[in-house]
C-alpha cells in the first residue's frame, strides 16, 4: 500500500495541518459573520467539521490508489459530501445541546458549507489522481532505465578516484570522495552534496559510477549516488518502494535495482 500523500513526509504533514487550521478560521469567521454565532461554538464547529472532512479525504486514498474510474470518483464525492454534511450537522447539534442554544440555523450555513467542501473535496481528488499518475511514470521510467542499465554493463576502470576537482569560478575546490554524502543528477551537469556544502560539476553519473570505489559508492536509483558510510537505514516505504536515511536526516528514492546493488554491498 502506498503511503497517502497528505502525511508521507514532514513537509505535507505540516502543509496539511496548516491548511487545515485555515479552513478552521474561514469557516469560524463566516458562522460568526453571516450566521451571527458567538466565537467558541463557532469554533468549535470549525474544529470539529474540518476535522471530519479531512479524515473523509484521507480516507478516501485508499479508493484512489485501488480504482480510477472516473464514475467512482463521482459517487464518492457525492457520498463523501452527503457524509460530511450529515456529520457537521450532527456536530452543529451537538454543540447546540451542549451550549443550550441553537447557535446558527444549519439551513442558513448549508451553502456555505457545501461550496467549501465540495471545492476542497476536488482539489484534493485532483491532487491523489496527479499523485497516482505520477507514481506510475516514475516506476515506468525506472523499469526502462533498469533494462537499459542490465542490457549495457557499464565497464570498471582499475583504478578509482579519490578526489573531485570542481571549478567554481576563480576557485577550485579539491573534494575528497569520503566527504561527499551523495550524488545527485542535474540534467547534463551532476550535484555533489557534501558535508560543508553542495557543488555542482559538468560531468556525467554513468562516468561517477565507473570511477567511485564500488565499495564505498553505489548507485541506488537513476539520479543517486550515495556514500555508504553515510546511510543511516534503509526502510519499505510503499509498496515494493524503498527509501534511504541518511545519518544527516536528508531521504533518498530507492529503485528496485539499487535496492538489489545495495543489499549486495551491504551484505544484506
Not at 569560478?169 to 551523495?182: E, K, N
Request: glycine share 6%.
Amino acid at each position: 500500500m502506498k503511503a497517502n500523500p497528505l502525511v508521507n513526509t514532514p513537509k505535507r504533514w505540516l502543509s496539511a495541518l496548516l491548511l487545515a487550521l485555515l479552513a478552521v478560521v474561514l469557516q469560524t469567521a463566516f458562522l460568526m459573520e453571516y450566521a451571527s454565532a458567538d466565537l467558541l461554538p463557532a469554533l468549535l464547529d470549525g474544529v470539529f467539521s474540518i476535522a471530519l472532512f479531512f479524515v473523509l479525504a484521507y480516507l478516501s486514498w485508499f479508493v484512489v490508489n485501488f480504482v480510477s474510474l472516473i464514475q467512482v470518483d463521482v459517487l464518492m464525492t457525492v457520498f463523501a459530501m452527503l457524509f460530511w454534511l450529515g456529520g457537521s450537522f450532527i456536530v452543529q447539534e451537538a454543540i447546540g445541546t451542549l451550549l443550550g442554544a441553537v447557535y446558527a440555523p444549519f439551513l442558513a450555513t448549508l451553502p456555505f458549507r457545501l461550496l467549501i467542501g465540495l471545492l476542497g473535496w476536488l482539489l484534493i481528488l485532483l491532487g491523489y489522481r496527479l499523485q497516482a499518475v505520477r507514481e506510475l511514470l516514475l516506476i515506468n521510467t525506472e523499469a526502462a532505465e533498469e533494462q537499459e542499465m542490465q542490457s549495457q554493463p557499464i565497464e570498471r576502470v582499475k583504478e578509482s578516484i579519490d578526489r573531485i576537482t570542481v571549478k567554481d569560478g576563480t576557485r577550485i575546490h579539491l573534494i575528497p570522495i569520503v566527504d561527499v554524502l551523495y550524488i545527485q543528477a542535474c540534467g547534463d551537469y551532476v550535484a555533489l552534496i557534501t558535508s560543508s556544502g553542495q557543488y555542482v560539476k559538468e560531468q556525467t553519473m554513468k562516468y561517477f559510477e565507473a570511477h567511485l570505489p564500488d565499495t564505498g559508492f553505489v548507485r541506488i536509483h537513476r539520479s543517486s549516488i550515495v556514500n555508504l558510510q553515510h546511510i543511516s537505514r534503509v526502510e519499505l516505504f510503499g509498496k515494493d518502494n524503498y527509501r534511504l536515511l541518511l545519518k544527516n536526516g536528508e531521504q533518498l528514492r530507492v529503485s528496485n535495482s539499487g535496492y538489489r546493488l545495495l543489499k549486495e554491498r551491504l551484505d544484506l
